[in-house]
Each structure stands twice: as structure tokens, then as C-alpha cells.
């Protein structure tokens, strides 16, 4: 019982202060010609959350999530790509995709708890701007 109340105070305090602010990164071809983008999965946010990568170059997002108790995930839906990845508190996840059109794409956590507002409304989300 008191895990659950002490859940629900989390809960309701990270809705309460839940403020989307931009983080951005642009990202550079290393070497081997990939784009790497490192990737902080936290308490309903990404850090960054303006990603820019150019349009046909292979993109590998390097995904950290803080530990918690609180499930989360990324979705990511643009031409060409669809992706859906649980992540795990503390372990490192590799997402790999080749972006084929250029554009402003959101990527976001869908997560949602009760009746609660979703990861996503709580400032889970970001944008992935593809460049030519």
C-alpha cells in the first residue's frame, strides 16, 4: 500500500512539473560514416530532444535509461523507418536506421499509467529533423 501511494506522489509530481524544454544536438558522421546520437532516457524526458541528422546516412541512437521503477520506451514512425524499443534502467540500447526523407519527425515514450496523462504529455517526446 505504500508503494502504490508513493508511486501515485511521484506520478503526480512529475505531471506537475512536467515542462518540455529543447535540448538540441546536431549530429556529425564519425569515421565509419555513421551519425551517433547518445541518448539520456530519464523521468519523462530525452535528453537531447532536438536530434539533427542528414537525410541517408546510417543514424545509431545510443540509448541510456536513468534507473527507476517507471516502464519506458521510444517509438519512432517516419518513411522508411518504424521503430518500437522497450528500454531497460540501465543498460545501454542501440537503435540503427537509415533516414529516408527529409523532415520533422517525433519520436516519444507511449507509456501511460492508469489514468494518468501519458510519458509522452508528461514531456517524453522529441524531434528528430532529418536534413537533406
Known amino acids: 500500500m505504500v508503494r502504490v501511494f508513493m508511486l501515485l506522489v511521484f506520478t503526480i509530481t512529475a505531471v506537475m512539473a512536467g515542462e518540455w524544454k529543447e535540448v538540441r544536438y546536431v549530429a556529425k558522421v564519425d569515421e565509419d560514416g555513421v551519425q551517433r546520437v547518445k541518448i539520456k532516457a530519464g523521468s519523462y524526458y530525452y535528453n537531447p530532444n532536438y536530434i539533427v541528422v542528414k537525410k541517408g ?75 537533406d
Not at 518500437?84 to 540503427?96: A, F, N
Request: proline letters at 8%.
Open 57 to 131: 546516412i546510417p543514424v545509431e541512437f545510443v540509448i541510456i535509461r536513468e534507473s527507476a521503477i517507471i516502464p519506458h520506451n521510444i517509438i519512432i514512425e517516419m518513411p522508411g523507418v518504424s521503430i518500437r524499443q522497450e528500454l531497460d534502467p540501465e543498460e545501454e540500447v542501440r537503435i540503427r536506421f537509415t533516414p529516408e526523407a527529409a523532415g520533422k519527425f517525433e519520436f516519444y515514450c507511449d507509456k501511460k499509467f492508469l489514468f494518468f496523462p501519458s510519458h509522452r504529455e508528461k514531456g517524453m517526446w522529441g524531434i528528430l529533423e532529418v536534413v
